[in-house]
């Protein structure tokens, strides 16, 4: 019991240090993650906050969930509607500690971006290790690689683009130009998985995954 006490506080503080992660990278005004880049080109558009508009995403991912497993989806997986709200929430918590961190110059920028992709990838790792619960984003696409027949890398992928690319189009047309997407989305893509694979390594992340 012990354990799996442990195994649960492991993976609250993943969630948390992802969201504080998301939040990061946004704050460095390069563009934000993948995964949240829809929620923040609404929030540019709309009255709701990024953290909002991300629990609205989120629950169309677990009800997409339901809809493609029938059976095979998990009940215990019921519980990632409590991961979005902690997640959700803690994203504009994070935000708000954050408000007064404007990096303006394209060196601080990227060194922004670099530390938010660094905090982000130690927040999956960590999220990951303790095997407790999926978090909506990833249970699309473990669904989805189920249903189509196809590797989780290769959805997840696919699954990253159609985000990017959604956002892409409604920047365009809510603002005429980009807005919440730039060069920080794309290079985030490009890093943070492979920041993961090096935090998969670290020694607190093998105990947690012991535990």
């Not at 609250?12 to 992802?18: E, F, R």
């Not at 530390?115 to 990833?138: D, H, R, Y």
């Not at 809510?174 to 997407?181: E, I, P, S, V």
């Not at 490009?190 to 694979?197: A, H, Q, S």
Request: hydrophobic share 55%; proline share 3%; charged share 10%.
């Amino acid at each position: 019991m012990e354990r799996k006490l442990l195994r649960i506080l492991c993976f609250v503080a993943g969630i948390l240090i992802n969201s504080f992660g998301i939040a990061f990278i946004t704050k460095a005004a390069l563009g934000t993650s993948p995964i949240s880049s829809l929620p923040y080109v609404l929030s540019q558009r709309f009255t709701l906050t990024l953290g909002q508009f991300t629990f609205i995403m989120n629950t169309g991912f677990i009800v997409a969930q339901i809809v493609l497993l029938g059976r095979e989806f998990e009940k215990r997986q019921i519980l990632q509607i409590g991961v979005n709200i902690v997640f959700s929430w803690f994203i504009d918590v994070s935000m708000k500690i954050l408000q007064g961190f404007v990096p303006e110059e394209g060196a601080a920028q990227l060194l922004s971006l670099f530390i938010g992709c660094v905090i982000l990838a130690f927040g999956i790792s960590m999220e990951v290790a303790p095997n407790v619960l999926l978090v909506p984003g990833e249970g699309i696409v473990k669904a989805l690689s189920k249903v189509c027949q196809k590797r989780f890398g290769t959805v997840k992928v696919i699954f990253d683009s159609s985000l990017i690319s959604i956002s892409f189009v409604l920047s365009f047309l809510f603002f005429h130009r980009l807005n919440g997407l730039g060069a920080g989305t794309v290079i985030s893509a490009l890093v943070v998985g492979k920041m993961v694979n090096i935090c998969n390594h670290l020694p607190v992340i093998h105990k947690i995954s012991a535990l």
